[in-house]
């Protein structure tokens, strides 16, 4: 029995496993494993929204993998040996013939001083629970506090960064914050909310049209938008800035970047700055063929424009059905295809009925939307994934 194993039952991962066991179903002598720390898929795109307990972002991974002749294993990968080809998980080591990594990205806080003790993350369910808990406890405790002051400091949110994940968060926490002054009967005044963003303009992978939309939308949410503004050092209750200013504030979320875990570079496979592991255009390691990457963890190039692919769900979808092909392909002497992103578009939610965004059309053309149409999009993006995981799965899955 030969062993294609994956790492990570995400977006890249998931797809990666289900195409796999569906190519392999005629030849039992190849077994699929998939690894993950969690027993559940986050839909990893609305965390956002779970850290307002506005979505379901978790479906369990019993309900997707039902039937299939797939192998989950619960557990944490510590090590990757590329030599003897083992991955080693809760004290186990598991040979495979052919490995995918999809490990998704973790946050980054760029040794900023004081940053990983006193910030919340948004990386996972825990991260968005924990913000959830937050909030809740902020809003319950400034509700009975006379003091002014002291309340508005309570009460003043910042959000470090204003990338896709930055400015969805700032919009979904304009509306909660809204609903939950009103029902701990505090001022709307007293809630302050400020996003933080280095660079000149927010989102700056996008065109500049819709930076200066989403901007625009934020501020008419009352949120206070800061660009080209470094934090340089956090305490427990002060953020410091790059132009010497002092912001007060005991609630800061950090969405200012992300970095992959360390266990591809301690496998001896070579990585970029980020930590992504550097792919051919197939999508195999440069140091090992045996050792595929998707997602976040792969420093995918595209071909057109010569730099490695955003991290984001549509391409670890994509790079996930690809790895399988190509590992099929590799098996069965067949030819392998390279790897060659598609854009379907780029949808920003930014809370209540409002999300901006473009889809592509035929012909190069494509379709803007703004408000409800855009929310509408974005809904329909969510429901489409799920869609195909049922379609994958020939499971009928639910959260
Ligand atoms: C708040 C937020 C909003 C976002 N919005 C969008 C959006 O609108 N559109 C978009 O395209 N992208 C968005 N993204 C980015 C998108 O979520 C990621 O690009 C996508 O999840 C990457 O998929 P992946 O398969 O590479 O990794 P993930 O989906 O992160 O999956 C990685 C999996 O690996 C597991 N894992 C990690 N390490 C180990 C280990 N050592 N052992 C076992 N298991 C392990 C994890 O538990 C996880 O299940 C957003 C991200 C955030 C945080």
Redesign the pocket.
Known sequence: MKNIVI?????????AALRLERLLKKHSFFKVHL????P?????????EA?VRKTEVSIPLYKILKNRNIQFQL????NIDVENKTVQ?NDKLLPFLFLII?????VNYYNIPGMAEHSFA???LHDADKIYEHISNVCATSASEKDESIRKNNLRFVIGGGG??GV??AGELADHTSKCVANFNIANNDVEIILIEAAKRLVPFMEESFSSRIEKKLIEKGIKVLTDLKIEQRTDDEIFLSNNSVIKSKNLIW?GG?RI?D?IKRGGLKTSTVGRLIVDEYLQSESNKHIYA?????NAINPVTRKPV????????Q??RLAAENIYAEIFGRVKKKYYPKVLG????LGKHLAIGWLALPFLKKITFVGFLGRLL?TA?REKHIFLLRKESRNWITY
């Open positions: 790492i990570g039952a995400g977006y890249g991962g998931l797809t690894i993950d720390k969690n559940f898929h986050t839909i990893k795109t609305q965390l956002h850290a557990g944490e990968v510590e998980i999809a490990i998704g990205s973790k948004l990386q996972s896709l994940s969805e968060f969405t992300i875990s266990l998707i997602g976040d963890s792969a955003p991290a984001a769900a549509q391409f670890a979808l790079q996930g780029e949808v920003v939610s974005k993006i």
